[in-house]
Every structure is written in C-alpha cells, then in structure tokens.
C-alpha cells in the first residue's frame, strides 16, 4: 500500500508570518492536529498544536490573563515551527512512512509530488486507521 492512498488530501497551509492567534483559531475550529508552513508554494515547516500550547501563555482566555499573555498570541508560525520537516514523497510505501515514524521524534509526515508540490499530510492516525479498515490476512 502507498502513502498517496491514505494520507489526508486536504492540507491547511500557514505562511510563515501568521500569527499563532490564526494558528489557535485554526486549531480551535478543526480536528486535525498539524498546520504545514509553506512560503511560495515550498513546504519549510510545521506547526503542531503541541508546539501552539507550547508558546501560548497558559492564562489566555482565563480571568487572570493580562497583556502580555495576550502578546504571545502576536508571535509569528516561524518562531515556533519545526524546520526542515521530514517528507516522503507519495509513491512510497506505507512500511516506508512506519520506518520514519519509528526513526524520528515526529508526529505527522508531509507528502510531496516528484515536482516538490504539496499533495497531503500523513499521521500515524491515518496508518492506524487504514489497518482497521484493511481486509484480515487470510480473510
């Protein structure tokens, strides 16, 4: 089985100037738990919702918030994103994207076409859930 498969095909992109108030409101209203940064069509990075609660100011939103937990809703997605994200591209295998979760501290994989092109976004949530929905060996 190959990546292209099931990945997920709809990616939601940030530039790298967004600020992490967009990025949370993103966040906020969606279920997915990766933004790709990308600067004239070329994938430089990735936001998690783990690096978000990471940079955020835990008293936003809460009665004791003041200005400056307010500020680091200013801070910007390259202060915060991962750079150089590990890709592969979408003919790969599914054993190809296992062996890179297992060999890196990573979450989620962008897949590009031969031309570089951002074509989808897998996690090890779409691996699991491919196995689930995958006819039993044997069957």
Same mark, same amino acid.
């Given at each position: 089985?190959?990546?292209?498969?099931?990945?997920?095909?709809?990616?939601?992109?940030?530039?790298?100037?967004?600020?992490?108030?967009?990025?949370?409101?993103?966040?906020?209203?969606?279920?997915?738990?990766?933004?790709?940064?990308?600067?004239?069509?070329?994938?430089?990075?990735?936001?998690?919702?783990?690096?978000?609660?990471?940079?955020?100011?835990?008293?936003?939103?809460?009665?004791?918030?003041?200005?400056?937990?307010?500020?680091?809703?200013?801070?910007?997605?390259?202060? @915060?994103? #991962?750079?150089?994200? %590990?890709?592969?591209?979408?003919?790969?295998?599914? +054993?190809?994207?296992?062996? $890179?979760?297992? !060999?890196?501290?990573?979450?989620?994989?962008? @897949?590009? #076409?031969?031309?570089? %092109?951002?074509?989808?976004?897998?996690?090890?949530? +779409?691996?699991?859930?491919? $196995?689930?929905? !995958?006819?039993?060996?044997?069957?």
């Amino acid at each position: 089985m190959l990546v292209k498969d099931i990945m997920s095909k709809h990616v939601v992109t940030v530039g790298l100037d967004d600020t992490l108030a967009l990025v949370k409101e993103i966040f906020d209203h969606s279920k997915f738990h990766h933004l790709l940064a990308l600067e004239k069509g070329e994938l430089l990075g990735v936001v998690s919702d783990r690096d978000l609660f990471k940079a955020l100011s835990p008293n936003i939103g809460t009665n004791v918030e003041t200005y400056k937990d307010l500020a680091t809703l200013n801070k910007r997605v390259h202060q @915060i994103m #991962s750079r150089k994200p %590990r890709i592969l591209r979408d003919d790969a295998s599914v +054993d190809d994207a296992i062996d $890179l979760f297992n !060999a890196e501290p990573i979450s989620c994989i962008p @897949i590009l #076409s031969h031309d570089d %092109r951002l074509v989808g976004i897998l996690s090890w949530r +779409d691996i699991l859930r491919s $196995l689930r929905s !995958a006819p039993a060996a044997g069957a």
